[in-house]
Structure formats: structure tokens, C-alpha cells
């Protein structure tokens, strides 16, 4: 026989044949090859812990239980029938696979599928491999072995069988609550970025600044990121003017540079794929439109610590930078101040030689989910609403004239005339982003000029 890996009706259940090299003296196999099982399709799990369940009767009969980790199951010896339900919320609940087994096979078992087996054989021994380290914290969702609608057909009937009392008393499926995945973790929650994200993924889990602070190790290391399936970092210190003092310089560094790259290394030890967004401000504005491979030319403290913490992020295996600029949501942003000063009658003087386009939080959030979801290569995406090109200027006319008031108050002034007198940072004169990875990976943002007046409408100006 040679190595093979099958699959089974249960998505993400595989049936492993071993190799078994034997003589009068034993046998021998390979009952973890890392590299040939990945190569044949078996997930690269990467176990943490093994456990040995030793029977000593013919007729043990244990399970049916879903577990938080993966794990690949085998025989070292005896033999046993296996049978597995898909205990995970979809569309194959209730999906069961049965084999015998003895040590020419194996089985991996993703999260959340029921796992259970019956000794055929004395003095068994029954081997795991986890991905995870046994917690008394660890929630199990568990099914009735005699369940009348999964209908396992046991080689020993259970009423024979030796069963644990627990066992017994396990519900039957009419009464199990399937599985839930993996929830995500949004960090930066209270911000413009993060609040569209906790809109958009309903079931995450959603840490403030106040909560975790990525400047802060420890509130790092406290956080378990084996429990999430997807780490969605919209955090960062976003004073850009303030950076360029000496103790906003460190600031932003610890928040937007050291931290990320400690947040990347927390999320490559537990295996979790990352979203991290990423600025305009990486750039110096000279081109007329960025692609995502253009190399980082940042002009200010902020802009240099956005681009160390992209590079710490972009050697994950597993990852998405979102790269976006003017952003628009449920907080404080040029958009909303412009309407503040319309309804209360001020006449700005606003920059009109800084060009690019809004990005509402809302379309980030719905380019982000649609990035994870449809399996979108790792990389850098920009993602910007599409529309024209503007000014920081001729957007706030825009504002006026939506709100009613007259965009004639609004005057231009260059950055020059702005800044003269003014501690402020450098900014890229040119933000506007390409566009075309993003729509060719399947989302296409909305126009800035269409979403302006619905924003406008659902957030009034007290």
C-alpha cells in the first residue's frame, strides 16, 4: 500500500492509508509525515499535543464529541470502528462516515466534527494528535451515541457496550446546538473603521484601544488567538501632525509599527489569517495614481510607521493589507467637520492641491468581508470608493452642496498658505489609488459622489 489521503461525505474529514512495514519482529510506520501528508492534501494543522486513550476491553465505546481543534486520529494498536458526525452549523449537520480502523489508517478530524469509536479488540490503544493544548475552558458540543436519526450502525450494540455515564447522557440531535466557527477579532473597535466592522460581522468579537492596546505586550499576550479564525486589526495612532513630535514619533511607532509586528507574530504562532489596513500616507504623492507594488515613500513620522507595520504584516502566509486614504465613517472626519461648518454658517478656506477620493468605512468593511470570503489571494489591496479625483477642496463643496448650504462659501488655499505658521506633517500630495486588483478580485467600490448624500443622510449635523 502506499500513502493516500481520501475524502469522505463530512467536508474536511480525510481518511489517511498508512504504510506498514512489518516482519516477525513487528511493524513500523510513518504516523505523522508532515511534509508527504500536506503534499497529499491533509491540512498543515501543525499539532501541539498528543494523547493516548488506552482500552482494555473489546466493545469500549466513547464520544460522540466535537472538540475546538483539529486532530489526526489513529490505532497504535487493536483495532476500533470509527464513526463521525458533522456536529458544525451548514449545510452537513447531521452528516455521519463510519470506518474500521486499525494502524494502516488514519483519520483527520476537523473542528467541530462529532468523533467517536467502539474498541473491536482488547488492549487498544487509540492516538491523537491536536492543534491545540487542552483547556478546562474548552467548549465541546456533544451528541447521543444511540442518536435514532444519525443511526450509527455499531458492531457491538451499545446496550452491550461499555460506556461512560456522561456518555449516556448526552442529547440527541433534535436537541444539539450545531457547532458554531471560529469568530473574528476586530481590534480598534471604536473606531470609524472598526465600528463599519462590527456592522458588518455581526457575530465578531470587538476590542476598543481600551480593551488592547497594541502598544501594550501584555494586553497582547493576554488575548488566546487560537480561539478567532480571522484577526482584523483597524487599529493604530492616527495623529498625523502629532507624530512628528518626539513622544507622538514613539507613540505612533509602538501603536502603528512595534505592535502590528507583535500582532504578526501572535497570529503566525496561533495560525490566524490577518486584516490590516494601511495608508496613502506610506507614499510621497508624486504618482498620479498608486499601485499596491509601489515602493513606500512616506514623508512623515506617521507614514514611516504605517509602512514598517505593512512589512511586518506582508510576511505573514496568510494575510490581507487594505490600503485606503480620506476615510469617512461614524466619527470625527473632514466630511462630517465640513458639515458642521455649513449648517452653522462658517466660510472655510480648505487645501486644493491635495487630490484623491473618500472612502466610506462602510464600503472598507464590505471589501474586506468579501476579500475573506471568497479566498482572495494574500497580498496588498487598495480600496478607495471609485469616482472622480478630487481635492480636499472641491470635496468639502460637495459636502456644502449636500447639506444645502452654499458651496461658494467654501475658498480654495494651497497646502503652502495652510500650513504656514502650523507644526504639521508633511502630507502626499497625490492619493488617489488604482483600483483594478480589487475589482478583479471580485468587489467593485461604490462611487464616492453616489454614497455622499446617503452618508450625509444617516449621519445629520446636530
Keep these: 500500500m502506499t500513502l493516500s489521503v481520501r475524502t469522505t461525505p463530512i467536508d474536511g474529514l480525510l481518511v489517511v492509508d498508512l504504510v506498514v512495514n512489518g516482519d516477525a519482529r513487528g511493524w513500523f510506520k510513518e504516523n505523522w509525515q508532515r511534509e508527504k501528508m500536506v503534499a497529499l492534501g491533509l ?18 465505546t466513547r464520544g460522540i464529541h466535537a472538540e475546538p481543534w ?23 449537520f447531521g452528516t455521519v462516515f463510519t470506518i474500521e480502523m486499525g494502524p494502516e489508517t488514519a483519520v483527520f478530524v476537523p473542528r467541530g466534527v462529532g468523533n467517536s469509536y467502539q474498541t473491536l479488540e482488547p488492549r487498544t490503544a487509540y492516538v491523537y494528535l491536536v492543534d491545540d493544548h487542552w483547556s478546562p475552558e474548552a467548549r465541546y458540543t456533544f451528541l447521543n451515541l444511540a442518536d435514532e436519526t444519525v443511526a450509527v450502525d455499531w458492531p457491538i450494540p451499545l446496550e452491550r457496550s461499555v460506556r461512560s455515564d456522561k456518555d449516556l447522557g448526552h442529547p440527541r440531535l433534535a436537541a444539539v446546538a450545531p457547532f458554531q466557527p471560529k469568530p473574528t477579532l476586530v481590534l480598534g473597535a471604536g473606531g470609524q473603521i ?29 488575548i488566546r488567538w487560537r480561539d478567532y479564525g480571522l484577526v482584523i486589526n483597524a487599529a493604530g495612532h492616527t495623529d498625523v501632525d502629532g507624530a512628528q513630535a518626539p513622544e507622538g514619533r514613539a507613540a505612533a511607532w509602538a501603536a502603528n509599527a512595534t505592535g502590528v509586528a507583535a500582532l504578526a507574530v501572535q497570529c503566525r504562532e496561533a495560525e490566524v489569517p490577518l486584516v490590516h489596513f494601511s495608508s496613502d500616507y506610506v507614499f510621497d504623492g508624486q504618482l498620479p495614481s498608486h499601485l ?95 469616482g472622480a ?71 445629520p449635523v446636530p
Aim: with cysteine; aromatic share 8%; proline share 6%.
Design 43 to 60: 491540512p498543515d494543522f501543525r499539532p501541539v499535543q498528543q494523547n493516548i486513550s488506552y482500552n482494555e476491553e473489546t466493545g469500549v
Design 70 to 92: 483539529n486532530k489526526l486520529v489513529s490505532v497504535a494498536t487493536g483495532r476500533i470502528f470509527g464513526a463521525w458526525v458533522d456536529l458544525r452549523e451548514g449545510p452537513g
Design 194 to 222: 472598526g465600528r463599519a466592522l462590527g456592522e458588518e460581522f455581526p457575530g465578531a468579537v470587538l476590542l476598543t484601544r481600551a480593551e488592547c492596546d497594541l502598544s501594550d505586550p501584555a494586553a497582547l499576550d493576554a
Design 292 to 386: 499596491e507594488d509601489e515602493p513606500f515613500s512616506p514623508l512623515s513620522a506617521y507614514g514611516a510607521s504605517k509602512a514598517a507595520g505593512d512589512l511586518a504584516v506582508s510576511t505573514l502566509a496568510r494575510h490581507w493589507i487594505v490600503r485606503t486614504s480620506w476615510v469617512v465613517g461614524d466619527g470625527h472626519n473632514f466630511v462630517r467637520t465640513m458639515a458642521k461648518l455649513a449648517v452653522s454658517g462658517a466660510s472655510p478656506s480648505v487645501v486644493d492641491d491635495q487630490v484623491g477620493r473618500p472612502t466610506f468605512a462602510a464600503t472598507l468593511a464590505r471589501g474586506v468581508r468579501h476579500l475573506v470570503e471568497s479566498g482572495a489571494p494574500s497580498g496588498t489591496y487598495n480600496l478607495s470608493n471609485s
Design 389 to 459: 479625483v478630487v481635492s480636499w477642496f472641491e470635496l468639502a463643496r460637495a459636502v456644502f452642496a449636500g447639506v444645502g448650504a452654499d458651496p461658494e462659501r467654501v475658498t480654495p488655499v494651497s497646502t503652502a498658505d495652510y500650513a504656514a505658521g502650523k507644526s504639521l506633517a508633511k502630507r502626499p500630495a497625490q492619493s488617489a489609488f488604482d483600483l483594478g486588483k480589487i475589482e478583479a478580485a471580485g468587489f467593485a467600490p461604490g462611487r464616492w459622489e453616489v454614497e455622499l448624500p446617503s452618508y450625509l443622510r444617516r449621519m
